[in-house]
């Protein structure tokens, strides 16, 4: 089975600050990844995604996330946060042999100081 | 936008009630989802749904949960008789399919106390 692991729980930065979180997955086999991001007192949506080609993805909002293989990761970068971005950020997988079901890591706390 | 909504958004219940969530899809969406988060723990995966059937369910959803789609709009979680263990934030979901590709829209959320 899948698993997912977010390796920092709370990152507190200032505004224009470059963030990177980190997401490593376990799995031999073909995975697609996901992050999604959870506003304050809103819903899971989804940031970005990567299922193959370029592995360097770029999503919404400014961030991009690139996928290495050899390392089992798929990190989460943009280079300027804003106070906007305060949110809780969760990286999750399915495999094709799983199904559609969601695999999550912990989450990261994000807290951006104006 | 269609949104995924759920209702209550906070559920407070005493260990042995049924309790029933509600969850209201995106309106052309076939594929159903139920997750849960305990205070401090990861998002996790409890049972998939379509076409009126259980597609997949994970060890935790065992014989005290069950989910029915009662008049093509609502989508419920119904824990027959809660724990201490049970509380917890529940997420609904819905695809448009079963594809691993499609992006899995997630409800608000209920946090479900059990005192």
């Known amino acids: 089975a899948q698993s997912v692991s977010q390796h920092n729980h709370h990152v507190i930065l200032s505004e224009a600050a470059s963030l990177e979180l980190g997401c490593n997955y376990s799995?031999?086999?073909?995975?697609?990844l996901f992050w999604y991001v959870q506003y304050p007192g809103q819903h899971l949506q989804l940031l970005l995604k990567?299922?193959?080609?370029?592995?360097l993805v770029k999503g919404i909002k400014g961030f991009e996330a690139e996928f290495i293989k050899s390392k089992f990761s798929f990190n989460l970068r943009k280079p300027s946060v804003q106070w906007s971005d305060t949110a809780e950020y969760f990286c999750a997988v399915n495999t094709q042999a799983a199904g559609n079901k969601l695999t999550f890591g912990g989450g990261t706390r994000v807290l951006v100081k104006p | 936008e269609p949104e995924v909504t759920q209702t209550p958004s906070h559920q407070v219940t005493q260990m042995g009630q049924e309790v029933i969530l509600r969850c209201v899809p995106i309106?052309?969406?076939?594929?159903f989802y139920w997750y849960r988060q305990i205070l401090g723990q990861k998002v996790e995966f409890l049972v998939s749904f379509y076409n009126n059937e259980i597609s997949e369910k994970s060890e935790i959803f065992d014989d005290q949960f069950s989910v029915e789609r009662p008049d093509g709009s609502n989508f419920t979680l119904k824990i027959r008789s809660t724990k201490l263990e049970d509380s917890a934030m529940y997420f609904c979901a819905s695809t448009l399919s079963g594809s691993p590709y499609n992006e899995q829209f997630f409800g608000p959320g209920t946090r479900l106390t059990v005192l």
């Open positions: 990567y299922f193959s080609g370029d592995p």
């Open positions: 799995y031999g086999g073909t995975v697609n």
């Open positions: 309106s052309n969406h076939l594929y």
